[in-house]
């Protein structure tokens, strides 16, 4: 997907982010869960670009919804309510290990948007 600059708004998001977390965001992917049939399955975020460590910093705003987490090797679950302004922070070694998803909730008909804010490392 071709980027663009951050909207004032996301912006100020990332600023008020890296300054409760001392953690610098240049990207954000936005995604938008128009009800409860939208959702996005196991994975992790662990694509090179991200870098050794990557630390992804989600915040939830609309329809609160469940978030999953599963152990790589072990396969122990975890279920994670996110509600709408919440903030998860996923640290280091989390992609590493862990997977996670949104699963689809078959009576929520309210949406959700999802701000995950992530470090890119930059090739020169």
């Known amino acids: 997907m071709q980027a663009i600059p951050f ?3 996301v912006a100020q998001l990332r600023s008020n ?3 409760e ?3 610098d965001f240049n990207s954000c992917l936005a995604n938008h869960y128009r009800s409860g049939s939208d959702s996005v399955d196991w994975h992790a975020d662990d694509e090179a670009i991200l870098g050794q460590e990557p630390v992804v910093a989600s915040v939830s705003l609309g329809a609160e919804r469940i978030f999953q987490l599963r152990h790589c090797q072990t396969r ?3 279920d994670l309510s996110l509600p709408h302004g919440s903030l998860l922070l ?3 070694g989390i992609q590493e290990y862990w997977q ?3 699963p689809k909730t078959k009576y929520l008909q309210q949406s959700r948007v999802n ?3 992530r470090q890119i490392q930059v090739r020169e």
């Open 7 to 9: 909207p004032p708004c």
């Open 17 to 19: 982010l890296e300054e």
């Open 21 to 23: 977390t001392g953690i």
């Open 76 to 78: 122990q679950r975890f």
């Open 90 to 92: 996923m640290g280091p």
């Open 100 to 102: 996670h998803k949104i």
């Open 115 to 117: 701000f995950t804010f």
